[in-house]
T-cell receptor, first 116, second 115 residues
Framework: AQKITQTQPGMFVQEKEAVTLDCTYD???????LFWYKQPSSGEMIFLIY??????QNATEGRYSLNFQKARKSANLVISASQLGDSAMYFC?????????????FGKGMKLTVNP | EAQVTQNPRYLITVTGKKLTVTCSQN?????MSWYRQDPGLGLRQIYY???????DKGDVPEGYKVSRKEKRNFPLILESPSPNQTSLYFC??????????????FGQGTRLTVV
């Protein structure tokens, strides 16, 4: 079974609008972490935001926020005021395991296109 | 500048010819890992290392070897590359991997083609 599911293969948004990128996860480990990474066309992986499973509040980093709904096992990324430079692939990832067996599991990604 | 450096960035090789992709980080991170990225599959972990001389298999270790003799270096070795190992490879490192949400710093990627 997939541990990280990103169902939207691609999305289009107008510049300056907000957009939500969906991510659901599956784990039985009570301690885990959720990440979002951005991969522009140049190929590098850029860390955006992190949410720990025990964090009480939703994470925010500038224009990025994470809508963390633990009971629903979802960790959607919200980008406010989209910019042309936000056009990229976005990956949701989960860190699970402990005691030497940590691993980072990625979703398949989704492509965001910001239109002027 | 904190960085993870992979070499080479691009490589075309022939089936069966041993190759090594190097990875070096300058952040004194204990945790390092290798991923491969294939279209429609996202990134999948190949191997990871918790510290010097400590390595373990990820999700897709077949056909790969790693070593961690020094903290800063984590080379990926393909003893006998095959065309199904054509992929984009990423090395990553992070500080504490468990509790503090330590972000993984990624290298620039190595695009490998095996013909």
């Amino acid at each position: 079974a997939q541990k990280i599911t990103q169902t939207q293969p691609g999305m289009f948004v107008q510049e300056k609008e907000a957009v939500t990128l969906d991510c659901t996860y599956d784990t039985s480990d009570p301690s885990y972490g959720l990440f979002w990474y951005k991969q522009p066309s140049s190929g590098e992986m850029i860390f955006l935001i992190y949410q720990g499973s025990y964090d009480q509040q939703n994470a925010t980093e500038g224009r990025y926020s994470l809508n963390f709904q633990k009971a629903r096992k979802s960790a959607n990324l919200v980008i406010s005021a989209s910019q042309l430079g936000d056009s990229a692939m976005y990956f949701c990832a989960m860190r699970e395991g402990q005691g030497g067996s940590e691993k980072l599991v990625f979703g398949k990604g989704m492509k965001l296109t910001v239109n002027p | 500048e904190a960085q993870v450096t992979q070499n080479p960035r691009y490589l075309i090789t022939v089936t069966g010819k041993k190759l090594t992709v190097t990875c070096s980080q300058n952040m004194n991170h204990e945790y390092m890992s290798w991923y491969r990225q294939d279209p429609g599959l996202g990134l999948r972990q190949i191997y990871y290392s918790m510290n010097v001389e400590v390595t373990d298999k990820g999700d897709v270790p077949e056909g790969y070897k790693v070593s961690r003799k020094e903290k800063r270096n984590f080379p990926l070795i393909l003893e006998s590359p095959s065309p199904n190992q054509t992929s984009l490879y990423f090395c990553a490192s992070s500080d504490d991997p468990i509790f503090y949400g330590a972000e993984a710093f990624f290298g620039q990627g190595t695009r490998l083609t095996v013909v």
